[in-house]
């Protein structure tokens, strides 16, 4: 049962914080959920956050992000970012604006700029420089090479901060609300054993993709391969009924994908999910959508992917079964036996039972894509609470 502290004063935690120059803000209404009940999984999970969220220097402070030259993928932020009315857990209200690269006139509103362009060329437009940072982030797998000295005050990436001007924006931007969904509440009905595992990748077409995906049919693994990458059953009428059920098809690549390609996921047990390059830290959004809609991923990818999973025993780790090289019959027997027995293949979703999500992967979300505004956000007024996890 949720404890609920109504009416709370902050008189005791004031008196722990004398001496500090933490602002108190005390509130009529504030509740205080514990992990270990049935509380809101979006909500704060102890005192200690409850501390964060209420008690900051920088409580109520505004800072304006914008974003120029296509910096994000604005369909994934929290609608109310754009007015001005979105508060970090930090307490500090993070407003995101866009900027085209020919309104040089109104760069200087921003107290940090965000921009994929790694030589903006319009730089030197940003009047007071002292005010308003600028911040490149790299949405690939590699490490850009970018001017640090003169151009950028931060560079954020998949590979983490090595200093206090890099910031680790990580490809996690399912929120946990959606990570935690009970395995109760998924819809078990649309599974099947006629749909075992799926595979679509369009943009893309690796050889070592392709390999795999024909080296599990050659294996007698019924994957149906929705993409044109490898593609098996592309023009089969099954595949067509399917993709009906999730939305008009031409629309996918102009506006959101993720809506149908998760409806199209939930549809199966597994998803094949291979990066482009196997690496630490390039763990992109192929291994954490399917956790969103009931669906294991069957990943092979980055080498250190143990430390993003949310829960124990999430998802099938390809590079287990051989690294680089992965005994693709081994595979295959693992989830021809998984597809005919519920029982161990639901082994795979007792991860969700728990009410919280690993420690570590809280870490991972909250430097996400998604709550990146708020990261910037918070580093342009030297906050940083990614120690703590998200609330994401």
């Known amino acids: 049962m949720t404890r609920r502290i109504n009416h709370f004063c902050a008189s005791l935690l004031a008196v722990l ?66 007015n001005r009315n979105y508060t970090c857990r930090s307490g500090i209200r993070c407003s995101a604006m866009e900027i085209g690269a020919d309104e040089s006139e109104r760069l200087s509103e921003a107290d940090v700029i965000l921009t994929l362009n790694p030589e903006p060329w319009w730089n030197e437009s940003i009047a007071n420089r002292a005010k308003t940072h600028l911040a490149f982030l790299g949405m690939e797998g590699w490490d850009y090479d970018i001017d640090m000295d003169t151009v950028f005050d931060y560079k954020a990436t998949v590979y983490g901060a090595k200093d206090d001007r890099h910031v680790w924006a990580t490809m996690s931007e399912t929120p946990w609300a959606e990570m935690l969904t009970p395995r109760a509440q998924l819809d078990w009905s649309k599974k099947s054993k006629d749909r075992n595992v799926m595979f679509m990748s369009s943009n893309s077409c690796p050889s070592h993709r392709s390999w ?6 050659e294996h007698g693994v019924d994957v149906w391969s929705l993409g044109t990458c490898a593609s098996s059953h592309e023009t089969t009428d099954r595949v067509q009924k399917l993709k009906q059920l999730c939305g ?63 829960g124990e025993n999430s998802f099938v780790n390809v590079r287990d079964f051989g690294g680089d090289e992965p005994d693709i019959a081994a595979i295959a027997a693992l989830l021809k036996r998984l597809n005919e027995n519920d029982a161990q293949y639901e082994e795979y979703f007792r991860w969700k039972q728990q009410k919280a999500l690993r420690p570590e992967f809280g870490v991972v979300n909250y430097h996400s894509w998604k709550n990146l505004p708020c990261v910037m956000c918070e580093k342009r007024l030297g906050v940083d609470l990614g120690h703590l996890g998200s609330v994401l």
């Not at 992000?65 to 609608?79: I, K, N, Q, R, T």
């Not at 795999?212 to 049919?217: A, N, R």
């Not at 956790?291 to 991923?297: D, E, L, N, Y």
Request: aromatic content about 16%.
């Open 212 to 217: 795999f995906v024909e080296q599990l049919i």
């Open 17 to 82: 914080l004398v001496g500090s120059s933490y602002h108190l803000l005390c509130t009529t209404n504030i509740s205080l959920y514990f992990s270990a009940e049935d509380g809101d999984p979006t909500a704060p999970r102890s005192s200690f956050d409850l501390v964060t969220h209420f008690l900051t220097p920088h409580t109520g402070k505004e800072v304006r992000m914008a974003m120029v030259e296509g910096s994000w993928a604005v369909y994934d932020l929290p609608e109310n970012i754009w």
């Open 248 to 310: 008009d098809e031409a629309g996918w690549g102009a506006g959101d994908w993720r809506g149908p390609k998760n409806c199209l996921t939930e549809h199966f047990k597994f998803i094949i999910s291979i990066e482009k390059q196997f690496e630490d830290d390039y763990i992109s959004e192929k291994f954490f959508h399917p956790f969103a809609v009931g669906t294991v991923p069957l990943y092979w990818g980055g080498l250190n992917v143990a430390h993003y999973n949310p």
